[in-house]
């Protein structure tokens, strides 16, 4: 339960981060001034779904630490596929650019977090997790 009330303040923290400073982190790094307006969006979408993100590198450790190594490897491949497919819709279907792909990311890491949730929620071992449980962290 510590482990994922830390995952939701460090994904707040970078979630905040990525958002206010994307132009700024681009910025340092050389980014060119004709693909910045870009870049900063794909980031600031990017950033925007951090918290699910973050959840899923927590969740797939507490899971990987019982032996269960599969399972992670499964819901992150589910992710993967999910991402590909939402990359080609979004963007030959719906002709959406870098926004697109962004929220394909977020959508797919989305999936990949809902499937880490329910499978902690439905442990009967010592790592199940108990929402009300987090609150008392």
């Known amino acids: 339960h510590a482990s994922i009330a830390i995952s939701f303040v460090c994904g707040v923290m970078a979630t905040l ?3 206010f400073f994307s132009e700024t982190l681009l910025g340092f790094m050389g980014t060119p001034d004709d693909i910045l307006p870009l870049s ?12 699910v993100n973050v959840f899923c590198f927590f969740a797939g450790a507490i899971i990987n630490a019982t032996g269960q190594t599969k399972k992670p490897l499964i819901y992150l491949s589910i992710a993967g596929v999910t991402n590909v497919v939402l990359n080609v819709l979004f963007v030959t279907v719906f002709n959406m650019n870098v926004e697109g792909v962004a929220l394909a990311t977020v959508l ?3 999936i990949s977090a809902s499937l880490f949730l329910r499978d902690l929620l439905k442990r009967d071992d010592n790592c199940k997790l108990f929402i009300k449980k987090i609150r008392n962290t």
Not at 40 to 51: P, T
């Open 17 to 19: 981060s990525g958002v």
């Open 40 to 51: 900063a969006l794909y980031m600031k979408v990017y950033f925007g779904g951090m918290m």
């Open 108 to 110: 797919s890491q989305v």
